[in-house]
T-cell receptor, first 115, second 114 residues
């Protein structure tokens, strides 16, 4: 079974600084997808960024980028120029090519942004 | 606005009571999912429906039943609620069951069982 581990229960960052959230996963599949979701206090699950395992290039979305290390099974999220609105719970998630769309989530990391 | 609608948003139940959580999507998605979110454990899959007419167990199905009423609706039923089922429940949909397809989540139902 696939597992996703987020080892940082909480992280904090100063506004305008950069922060990196860690995620590791375990799988025997070669075809899979990795995601970072943001969950603000409203509870809404918001997709931040997605990485396809067969793509070597790291995904980027504006201030958000990932460091995808396939051999190490690591998928970290870097938030640059942090903003107060980035404060939220962040979840790393995995969907395998053979798991028919089912997502496996990490435990989550609470990000606090200090003004 | 197109999306996934969950009702109710909040619910308090007494132990042993039953209730059904409703989920509907208007995006013509084939696949639908129910997750529960507990502190320190992320979201865990309860049941899913790959397509209309099919349902399958996920990671934590005990104590729950589901119905895929039609393509739009996927309900989650608690027959005899227990305090261990206190959680936030999310419904999600996906155009098909492939990992590359985008997921859309509902806004969640906070359920408390006393």
């Amino acid at each position: 079974a696939q597992t996703v581990t987020q080892s940082q229960p909480e992280m904090s960052v100063q506004e305008a600084e950069t922060v990196t959230l860690s995620c590791t996963y375990d799988t025997s599949e070669s075809d899979y997808y990795l995601f970072w979701y943001k969950q603000p206090p409203s509870r809404q699950m918001i997709l931040v960024i997605r990485q396809e395992a067969y793509k070597q290039q790291n995904a980027t979305e504006n201030r958000f980028s990932v460091n995808f290390q396939k051999a190490a099974k690591s998928f970290s999220l870097k938030i640059s120029d942090s903003q107060l609105g980035d404060a939220a719970m962040y979840f790393c998630a995995y969907a395998g090519g053979t798991s028919y769309g089912k997502l496996t989530f990490g435990q989550g990391t609470i990000l606090t942004v200090h003004p | 606005n197109a999306g996934v609608t969950q009702t109710p948003k909040f619910q308090v139940l007494k132990t042993g009571q039953s209730m059904t959580l409703q989920c509907a999507q208007d995006m013509n998605h084939n696949s639908m999912y129910w997750y529960r979110q507990d502190p320190g454990m992320g979201l865990r899959l309860i049941y899913y429906s790959a397509s209309e007419g099919t349902t399958d167990k996920g990671e934590v199905p005990n104590g729950y039943n589901v119905s895929r009423l039609n393509k739009r609706e996927f309900s989650l039923r608690l027959e005899s609620a227990a305090p261990s089922q206190t959680s936030v429940y999310f419904c999600a949909s996906q155009i098909n069951r492939q990992g590359k397809s985008g997921y859309t989540f509902g806004s969640g139902t906070r359920l408390t069982v006393v």
